[in-house]
């Protein structure tokens, strides 16, 4: 079973306008991570955010991680047309498990 | 050059065959990571080698072998292909408990 869930499952935005997509996961974690990737393309890592960490920033993007429930958002602010892709949570599970959500498609509308 | 390679990028095979998809890291990365991403499941773990001779099952094992002789290569081999095993097959690695690093994938379809 996975354990990070994102939602929603695809986002359409015009340019310059901000995306939210948020992630749920089911037990605890070391971190979260969040990943980009473009069609038929490998993953980019975004940033990573530790369980004892609230927030996180690099550039336009905003993490944010609620421990208590089990939850975390990605923000990407101002987009743009080449932030289109698929966007993945990831969390580094106690023992070594590491599981990736279904992913959200992000498409920017120029 | 410096990274995460895979070969091959696309593997045509056919039902029983045995297949080995190569992964090779030049970063020195501990940990090594196989998934495999199919349409409405996401990314799931395969296999994963926090060191060279260490292995672990991640979330669907079952049909493939892995191994780690040396810290720059995980190869994962399925014995016997079945249908069910077509997909985009990802290598990663990475420090422990860091961001993964992944390669460009391999496209292997069974039939």
């Known amino acids: 079973s996975q354990q990070g869930e994102e939602d929603p499952q695809a986002l359409s935005i015009q340019e310059g306008e901000n995306a939210t997509m948020n992630c749920s996961y089911k037990?605890?974690?070391?971190?979260l991570q969040w990943y980009r990737q473009n069609s038929g393309r490998g993953l980019v890592h975004l940033i990573l955010?530790?369980?004892?960490?609230r927030e996180k920033h690099s550039g336009r993007l905003r993490v944010t991680l609620d421990t208590s429930k089990k939850s975390s958002s990605l923000l990407i602010t101002a987009s743009r047309a080449a932030d289109t892709a698929s966007y993945f949570c990831?969390?580094?599970?106690?023992?070594?498990?590491?599981?990736f959500g279904t992913g959200t498609s992000l498409t920017v509308i120029p | 050059d410096a990274g995460i390679t895979q070969s091959p990028r696309y593997k045509i095979t056919e039902t029983g065959r045995q297949v080995t998809l190569m992964c090779h890291q030049t970063w020195s990365h501990s940990y090594m990571f196989w998934y495999r991403q199919d349409l409405g499941h996401g990314l799931r773990l395969i296999y994963y080698?926090?060191?060279?001779?260490?292995?672990d099952k991640g979330e669907v094992p079952d049909g493939y072998v892995v191994s780690r002789s040396k810290t720059e290569n995980f190869p994962l081999t399925l014995e016997s292909a079945t249908r069910s095993q077509t997909s985009v097959y990802f290598c990663a690695s990475s420090h422990p408990h860091y961001e993964q690093y992944f390669g460009p994938g391999t496209r292997l379809t069974v039939t």
């Open positions: 037990t605890s974690i070391n971190n």
């Open positions: 990831a969390t580094d599970e106690a023992g070594n498990q590491f599981y």
């Open positions: 955010i530790r369980s004892n960490e």
């Open positions: 080698s926090a060191a060279a001779d260490i292995t």
